[in-house]
């Protein structure tokens, strides 16, 4: 047994290979509510309640064509409810399932970003 005094991990934050930066970074500010920490054409950060993504210029189209539904990311919160209202509004302009509760216990919705990454939005079922 070791009894080392361990590195606390303080955050984990992922960070997405994109092919619009400003497309994507509005997506999470208007649709998901984050705001921006940092921005530039190549790199950027979004933040809501200490919670980061980071965000990197593809290279190329065959950056893209390797990450586009290949992508995911997990957001645990703690009223899905207030979520699920923001996202109602962009129903129509971006791939977005309906909520419900999953056999794993969680009570979730999923929708595409503007990269085809998969955001599932999850809240522990009561």
């Not at 303080?10 to 400003?22: G, H, T, Y």
């Not at 990450?67 to 109602?88: A, K, P």
Request: glycine residues 4%; negative net charge; charged residues 25%.
């Amino acid at each position: 047994m070791n009894t080392t005094p361990q590195s606390r991990i303080k955050q984990i934050s992922p960070m997405l290979a994109v092919a619009d930066m400003d497309e994507t970074v509005n997506f999470y500010l208007t649709v998901l509510g984050f705001t921006a920490v940092m921005q530039s054409t190549d790199y950027s950060i979004v933040e809501r309640d200490g919670a980061t993504i980071h965000f990197m210029k593809a290279a190329d189209e065959s950056v893209m064509a390797a990450v586009r539904g290949h992508t995911e990311i997990y957001i645990e919160v703690d009223d899905i409810s207030e979520l699920w209202q923001r996202v109602q509004p962009f129903r129509g302009k971006y791939k977005i399932t309906e909520l419900s509760a999953r056999p794993y216990g969680m009570t979730e919705f999923h929708m595409a970003d503007p990269n085809d990454c998969l955001i599932f939005v999850g809240q522990e079922t009561k």
